[in-house]
């Protein structure tokens, strides 16, 4: 029998804190990386190309740059945008590593990550926005930022 | 805090203590989860430790500590743990330390010496083996830059990850 004794486990808020650390330590790591190269040249993923194509197919509304550039919480998180990210999740569960990892994404490309620029999504998430931002250069002007 | 008997509780005052944390907490400290133990040490030795403690942190990099101070002799569990040990068999004792020549123990350095020696040519002689396999050379290169790594260990965490580049770097810089 397992020596597990979930009356008498601790350190459950320990866990639960644990994802928010790993979001906290991705979002500091990928900023560090921007600030010393052009996300225009980053290269995220081994699928970076088909994120990205994929992203632009089913979510045409984000060809526009503007809204890759800037974009609410709320368009996320509707009943009918949950459905069609969870569709598109399909497509990469398999190949893209913490796909479904909470992650802090940037609302807006022009901003560091702040209280109010920040959002949490899914790893996939991230990935789609962050890799079209760096397509358009958007994230460039962060290089030698501190 | 001049006269606390050993193995005594010093418990700072409620009403004290919640209008230390009234003011503290304006101060914008961030809290540093996971600390579980803090301990004082004075000159003689002394030694006050919290147990579970709240530790707050600055900007400036000042520490707020709260918790319940114990005094914690150090050095007597430290002898009562030699006893115990020494009782139980784990560790030598004084005089099978004392059979040791100054010889031996050079001869032990230095074998223990030729071993890490030894341990740093197999990792050097690892060096060229690591395949890149598909990997962008510019992704190694930027692991390596944003980490300080070596080229292999580089190529080993974006493989391990499939490529992708953050994952990459934070298992490198835990």
Not at chain 1, 10 to 16: A, K, M, R, T
Not at chain 1, 92 to 107: A, C, M, Q, S, V
Not at chain 2, 64 to 79: P, S, Y
């Given at each position: 029998?397992?020596?597990?004794?979930?009356?008498?486990?601790?350190?459950?808020?320990?866990?639960?804190?644990q994802f928010a650390?790993?979001?906290?330590?991705?979002?500091?790591?990928?900023?560090?990386?921007?600030?010393?190269?052009p996300?225009?040249?980053?290269?995220?993923?081994k699928?970076?190309?088909?994120?990205?194509?994929n992203f632009?197919?089913r979510?045409p509304?984000?060809?526009?740059?503007?809204?890759?550039?800037?974009?609410?919480?709320?368009?996320?998180?509707?009943?009918?945008?949950k459905?069609?990210?969870?569709?598109?999740?399909?497509?990469?569960?398999?190949?893209?590593?913490?796909?479904n990892?909470?992650t802090?994404?940037?609302?807006?490309a022009?901003?560091?990550?702040?209280?109010?620029?920040?959002?949490?999504?899914?790893?996939?998430?991230f990935?789609?926005f962050?890799?079209?931002?760096?397509?358009?250069?958007?994230?460039?002007?962060?290089?030698?930022?501190? | 805090?001049?006269?606390?008997?050993?193995n005594?509780?010093v418990?700072?005052?409620?009403?004290?203590?919640?209008?230390?944390?009234?003011?503290i907490?304006?101060?914008?400290?961030?809290?540093?989860?996971?600390?579980?133990?803090v301990?004082?040490?004075?000159?003689?030795?002394?030694?006050?430790?919290?147990?579970?403690?709240?530790?707050?942190?600055?900007?400036?990099?000042?520490?707020v500590?709260?918790?319940?101070?114990?005094?914690?002799?150090?050095?007597?569990?430290?002898?009562?743990?030699q006893?115990?040990?020494?009782?139980?068999?784990?560790?030598?004792?004084?005089?099978?330390?004392?059979?040791?020549?100054?010889?031996?123990?050079?001869?032990?350095?230095?074998?223990?010496?030729?071993?890490?020696?030894?341990?740093a040519?197999?990792?050097?002689?690892?060096?060229?083996?690591?395949?890149?396999?598909?990997?962008?050379?510019?992704?190694?290169?930027?692991?390596?830059?944003q980490?300080?790594?070596?080229?292999?260990?580089?190529?080993k965490?974006?493989?391990?990850?499939?490529?992708?580049?953050?994952?990459?770097?934070?298992?490198?810089?835990?």
């Amino acid at each position: 029998m397992s020596t597990f004794n979930a009356e008498t486990a601790d350190n459950l808020e320990d866990i639960e804190k644990q994802f928010a650390v790993v979001a906290v330590e991705q979002a500091e790591t990928y900023w560090k990386l921007l600030t010393s190269v052009p996300g225009s040249k980053l290269r995220l993923t081994k699928f970076d190309d088909e994120i990205y194509e994929n992203f632009m197919e089913r979510f045409p509304e984000y060809k526009d740059v503007e809204r890759v550039k800037k974009f609410t919480e709320e368009e996320l998180k509707t009943k009918e945008a949950k459905e069609r990210w969870r569709k598109f999740f399909t497509i990469f569960e398999k190949k893209i590593e913490d796909y479904n990892f909470g992650t802090l994404l940037r609302t807006d490309a022009s901003a560091e990550y702040g209280q109010f620029t920040t959002c949490f999504v899914v790893r996939l998430q991230f990935y789609a926005f962050e890799i079209a931002r760096n397509k358009h250069g958007l994230n460039d002007w962060i290089v030698g930022q501190k | 805090m001049s006269a606390i008997p050993e193995n005594a509780n010093v418990t700072v005052l409620n009403k004290n203590e919640k209008k230390a944390r009234e003011l503290i907490g304006k101060l914008g400290l961030k809290q540093i989860p996971g600390i579980i133990r803090v301990t004082f040490r004075k000159k003689d030795n002394q030694i006050y430790a919290i147990e579970k403690p709240e530790v707050f942190r600055s900007a400036g990099g000042n520490y707020v500590v709260f918790g319940e101070a114990k005094v914690d002799n150090f050095t007597q569990k430290l002898a009562a743990a030699q006893q115990q040990a020494q009782a139980s068999g784990i560790m030598p004792s004084n005089e099978d330390v004392a059979t040791k020549s100054p010889e031996d123990i050079q001869a032990d350095m230095q074998a223990a010496a030729e071993g890490s020696v030894n341990a740093a040519a197999e990792e050097d002689d690892e060096e060229g083996e690591v395949d890149a396999g598909d990997l962008n050379k510019d992704d190694i290169e930027l692991v390596v830059q944003q980490t300080n790594v070596s080229k292999n260990q580089a190529i080993k965490a974006l493989k391990a990850h499939n490529g992708d580049l953050v994952n990459a770097i934070m298992s490198l810089s835990k």
